[in-house]
T-cell receptor
Framework: DAGVTQSPTHLIKTRGQQVTLRCSPI?????VSWYQQVLGQGPQFIFQ???????GRGNFPDRFSARQFPNYSSELNVNALLLGDSALYLC??????????????FGNGTRLTVT | KQEVTQIPAALSVPEGENLVLNCSFT??????LQWFRQDPGKGLTSLLL?????REQTSGRLNASLDKSSGRSTLYIAASQPGDSATYLC????????????FGKGTSLLVTP
């Protein structure tokens, strides 16, 4: 079975532009989460979606938004890009939205560079 | 807010050694704790998930323990190999922020032949 797939793998954008990152969860997984990992740091939680509804949001500005589609895939949008948005963006899926028994499985991420 | 700390930040050992990676957390009201491996420039690979009711989990040469009362978890790697070289991250999932994993900064491990 395919794991979590993310596209594109790398992306270079200019300050002020907008970007859309895409994620396909493991087959059968209904929950998708997004994390941002800056170089040398642990990942930081951005969003979680389950059954197309937002179930959790981290401490990120409104420039960050996401959605989940009926096939459980997801998109993360970032508007008005800043240099500080340069990071590895990780998508994770899990079988359910129950935090106590659903391990997260991560994709290989999208490396975003803002110049 | 849950704070997760990993010590040491970096570790270099010769092949064959047994080693222990440490993870501490400030809020003991966790659902579970998950250990991950991250190779350079790559995503995270899940290694072990320990539920709050469990004391340890084992997978092959890996053993993870959890002590909620002291706010600590350890990852034990037996008979280390050069292929174990990677960054190891621990992440706690809290009952008061049930959907988010709170990560430490990781321990960068180098196993030399």
């Amino acid at each position: 079975d395919a794991g979590v797939t993310q596209s594109p793998t790398h992306l270079i954008k200019t300050r002020g532009q907008q970007v859309t990152l895409r994620c396909s969860p493991i087959s059968g997984h209904k929950s998708v989460s997004w994390y941002q990992q800056v170089l040398g740091q642990g990942p930081q939680f951005i969003f979680q979606y389950y059954e197309k509804e937002e179930r959790g949001r981290g401490n990120f500005p409104d420039r960050f938004s996401a959605r989940q589609f009926p096939n459980y895939s997801s998109e993360l949008n970032v508007n008005a890009l800043l240099l500080g948005d340069s990071a590895l963006y990780l998508c994770a899926s899990s079988l359910s939205d129950r935090p106590y028994n659903s391990p997260l499985h991560f994709g290989n991420g999208t490396r975003l560079t803002v110049t | 807010k849950q704070e997760v700390t990993q010590i040491p930040a970096a570790l270099s050992v010769p092949e064959g050694e047994n080693l222990v990676l440490n993870c501490s957390f400030t809020d003991s009201a966790i659902y579970n704790l998950q250990w991950f491996r991250q190779d350079p420039g790559k995503g995270l690979t899940s290694l072990l998930l320990i539920q709050s009711s469990q004391r340890e989990q084992t997978s092959g040469r890996l053993n993870a323990s959890l002590d909620k009362s002291s706010g600590r978890s350890t990852l034990y790697i037996a008979a280390s190999q050069p292929g174990d070289s990677a960054t190891y991250l621990c992440a706690a999932r809290n009952s008061n922020s049930g959907y988010a994993l709170n990560f430490g900064k990781g321990t960068s491990l180098l196993v030399t032949p």
